[in-house]
């Protein structure tokens, strides 16, 4: 069974710019988490989805979106981009409904970095 | 609010020996899960170990055990036999039970783990 995928691996943006990243979970999985981690402050929710719908949302700005299709593939959208959100993107995604006892399996991450 | 420490921001163990890395947390909350996580240098973050809260038992998979202290909230991590390829970047986290579906993680700040050959 694949994992979760997520592309791009790397990517470079200039301030101002704005970015898409993807996530595809494990086949079977509906439930789909993002969280940022960055050396300053470490790992840190952004949102999850479960049924096309986000369940609960991080405490970050509104220039961080995302959506679920109906595949359960994710996409987080930033847009504006800002030096500090230069980090690592990491997907996860687990069978069952959000706040079920499944555990969640996670990406390789996307690098973000901003010029 | 919850938060989760891990006091060790680097450890170093010899081959074969076993290491215990440290976790404590800080909750109001009486049921919760407690997960180790694993994240070597390709990034992908790997589940370790988990502890369900209510569970008294602690939980063990294979060379990896915890010391769940529930009164002290306390979370450790023991590696025995510890192999080259335990080298990584340990997470310890929380995530709540009750108190609306989710599976948000509240992650501590890591420990960064050698292993001596």
């Known amino acids: 069974k694949a994992g979760v995928t997520q592309t791009p691996r790397y990517l470079i943006k200039t301030r101002g710019q704005q970015v898409t990243l993807s996530c595809s979970p494990i086949s079977g999985h509906r439930s789909v988490s993002w969280y940022q981690q960055t050396p300053g402050q470490g790992l840190q929710f952004l949102f999850e989805y479960f049924s096309e719908t986000q369940r609960n949302k991080g405490n970050f700005p509104g220039r961080f979106s995302g959506r679920q299709f109906s595949n359960s593939r994710s996409e987080m959208n930033v847009s504006t981009l800002e030096l500090g959100d230069s980090a690592l993107y990491l997907c996860?995604?687990?069978?069952?409904?959000?706040?079920?006892?499944?555990?969640?399996?996670f990406g390789d991450g996307t690098r973000l970095s901003i010029l | 609010a919850q938060t989760v420490t891990q006091s060790q921001p680097e450890m170093s163990v010899q081959e074969a020996e076993t290491v215990t890395l440290s976790c404590t947390y800080d909750?109001?909350?009486?049921?919760?899960?407690l997960f180790w996580y694993k994240q070597p240098p390709s990034r992908q973050m790997i589940l370790v170990i988990r502890q369900e809260a209510y569970k008294q038992q602690n939980a063990t998979e294979n060379r990896f055990s915890v010391n769940f202290q529930k009164a002290a909230k306390s979370f450790s991590l023991k590696i025995s036999d510890s192999q080259l390829g335990d080298a990584a970047m340990y997470f310890c986290a929380y995530r709540r039970f009750y108190g609306g579906a989710t599976n948000k993680l509240i992650f501590g700040t890591g420990t960064l783990l050698a292993v001596q050959p």
């Open positions: 909750t109001s909350e009486s049921d919760y899960y």
């Open positions: 996860a995604s687990s069978s069952g409904t959000v706040g079920s006892n499944q555990p969640q399996h």
